[in-house]
């Protein structure tokens, strides 16, 4: 009885040996697997922060030649002429009264204009019309 479990253990230890390194082995595949999936991870959410920081420096640089355009004088300038201001020494003409008596002045006659007809039109009544 005791060659009979000395045996049954040899096989046992033996095998479990096997087994054993089986499991480490997958043990290693599978944790060398979740680190790729982590690093995979890793790299979209990196090349997303950069594509938003690409983003966010291309609206900063749009910002800062904005800031620069308002305060030149050429935007200045434009402004003070939209808003009605005049340079000292500047004498200021009004042409909305001479635009005004040109509109009324000049006669409108309505011209009619023939639609032109689309060429699938033309074949149908090529082909259909009894003239």
């Not at 997958?26 to 944790?31: D, K, R």
């Not at 402004?79 to 005004?100: C, M, P, Q």
Request: charged letters at 30%; glycine letters at 4%; hydrophobic letters at 35%.
């Amino acid at each position: 009885m005791y060659i009979l479990i000395y045996g049954y253990s040899k096989v046992f230890w033996e095998a479990s040996g096997y087994i054993w390194s089986t499991c480490f082995l997958l043990l290693g595949v599978f944790v060398n697997i979740y680190q790729l999936y982590r690093l995979d991870r890793i790299e979209k959410e990196v090349s997303t922060k950069e594509f938003n920081l690409n983003t966010l420096r291309q609206q900063n640089e749009d910002s800062r030649n904005q800031k620069d355009y308002l305060n030149s004088d050429i935007f200045k300038e434009k402004f003070a002429k939209e808003e009605g201001f005049k340079k000292r020494g500047e004498e200021v003409i009004d042409t909305t009264l001479i635009e005004s008596q040109d509109s009324e002045s000049s006669s409108y006659i309505p011209v009619e204009v023939e639609s032109q007809k689309t060429k699938p039109i033309l074949w149908w009544e090529f082909l259909f019309s009894n003239e």
